[in-house]
């Protein structure tokens, strides 16, 4: 599963946005084929008593294309099994990689159905527990979309209520969400841990914040047995990170992590500037989403839920066309069907 492919045989994006998805995506799957990734995903963030009794040293990826059979596979989906310490039991963690702009209502649906398709396939194989039973399975959900995610967390929110005794048939199936915002505000660790880096170098809003984090990663994984993973974020950094804070910027020539330090002490100029001008955008569109939205109330009454949100996340056009067509509309809807 491991993929130790180097910048330079992996397909180049020059120019890619911060949001491209497919780049994203497969940049998010490298990262997180390093056992390191995945062991301090664990151990960083799923703050539970049973982690402390796993074994880190055995953490293996696991093929998971069975999947094919039954569903067409996502690429950024990665499957690990860790054993418990002292016991001959595996612990299956299932990491499902979500970039998408919107959340997923359907989430909890998706994670029953691979998970379903997993124990069938562990079943048919017989990697059973010594207690001939099916072994656990951690699904995770690492989300790293624009708007906070709120879908439902576990498959029974989905399902409506009935009365009667029909309710104990009801599934029971909760994924973990770490929706990579949230932490936001979180410094780094003192404790080297490799997820912590990355969130942060995602979250970083200005140009020190961004040199602060990468001077931490490098020292976490300047020793020679590292260079995989030192290649990962390389990768990360040059396909989605940089191009994304540097537009019209070419990174070809950067072989090496430490480079990338080097380039951003030389163009700090044009970095702090970019972001600069990125921030008064997005400052002017939310002021003509609030302007447009007082109009509109004052116009039509109080706005549908769905009206606000499309407002949100309007473009400057959008918000210049609409507000045009206040003059002429005679519903709320015409507001937004108007050419």
Excluded at 48 to 63: C, G, M, R, S, Y
Excluded at 133 to 147: A, D, F, M, Q, T
Excluded at 181 to 187: G, I, L, M
Aim: charged residues 25%; proline residues 6%.
């Amino acid at each position: 599963m491991k993929d130790n492919r180097t910048p330079q045989d992996m397909p180049e994006h020059s120019g890619i946005s911060h949001t491209n998805t497919n780049a994203h995506d497969e940049s998010y799957k490298l990262l997180f084929s390093e056992p390191e990734m995945v062991a301090d995903l664990l151990r960083g963030y799923v703050h539970e008593p049973w982690v402390a009794q796993l074994d880190f040293n055995t953490l293996e990826p696991v093929k998971n294309d069975y999947i094919t059979k039954h569903l067409k596979k996502r690429q950024n989906d990665c499957l690990w099994k860790i054993r418990w310490q002292d016991e001959d039991r595996w612990l299956y963690v299932f990491l499902m990689l979500e970039f998408q702009s919107s959340v997923d209502p359907t989430m909890a649906v998706r994670i029953m159905t691979y998970l379903g398709l997993l124990y069938q396939e562990l079943h048919k194989q017989n990697q059973l527990t010594p207690a001939g039973k099916l072994p656990p399975v951690l699904p995770l959900v690492l989300y790293n979309g624009e708007r906070t995610w709120h879908a439902a967390t576990d498959i029974a929110d989905l399902i409506d209520d009935v009365p009667g005794g029909l309710q104990q048939y009801k599934p029971q199936l909760h994924y973990l969400l770490l929706d990579e915002s949230q932490y936001r505000d979180d410094p780094l660790p003192e404790v080297r841990n490799l997820v912590s880096a990355l969130f942060g170098l995602e979250n970083c809003q200005q140009p020190d914040d961004v040199k602060r984090v990468l001077h931490a990663l490098l020292e976490w994984v300047k020793h020679p047995e590292q260079r995989s993973i030192r290649q990962a974020f390389l990768v990360w950094l040059k396909q989605v990170f940089l191009p994304g804070r540097l537009p019209g910027v070419e990174f070809a020539q950067i072989q090496e992590l430490h480079e990338v330090q080097s380039m951003l002490a030389e163009r700090v100029k044009d970095w702090t500037r970019s972001w600069k001008m990125e921030g008064i955008q997005e400052g002017r569109l939310e002021g003509e989403a609030i302007l447009l939205k007082k109009l509109l109330t004052h116009r039509f009454g109080t706005l549908p839920a769905a009206i606000e949100q499309r407002l949100t996340q309007a473009s400057s056009a959008e918000l210049e066309s609409w507000a045009e067509n206040i003059l002429d509309a005679k519903t709320l809807e015409e507001v937004f069907t108007r050419h």
